[in-house]
């Protein structure tokens, strides 16, 4: 038997993970694009990142029986 089938046809873009990671520290250089500063006089702040999903892709399978 074969199959076949395509994910996300329109290419959408989307995100279905993310993360953020809230830590202290007593400096913290904020040029990183990824951390915000929560509180600077407490040294607190935080890093959120998404991660993309792949676009349009194809499968195709194969099913042998013996």
Same mark, same amino acid.
């Given at each position: 038997?074969?199959?076949?089938?395509?994910?996300? =046809?329109?290419?959408?873009? @989307?995100?279905?993970?993310?993360?953020? @990671?809230?830590?202290?520290?007593?400096?913290?250089?904020?040029?990183?694009? @990824?951390?915000?500063?929560?509180?600077?006089?407490? &040294?607190?702040?935080?890093?959120?990142?998404? @991660?993309?999903?792949? &676009?349009?892709?194809?499968? =195709?399978? =194969?099913?042998?029986?013996?």
């Amino acid at each position: 038997m074969i199959s076949s089938w395509v994910r996300n =046809l329109l290419n959408q873009n @989307y995100i279905s993970n993310a993360w953020i @990671y809230r830590f202290q520290a007593g400096s913290y250089a904020t040029s990183d694009p @990824y951390v915000n500063t929560e509180d600077s006089n407490n &040294g607190r702040y935080n890093m959120i990142g998404a @991660y993309n999903q792949a &676009g349009i892709n194809f499968f =195709l399978g =194969l099913k042998l029986r013996f």
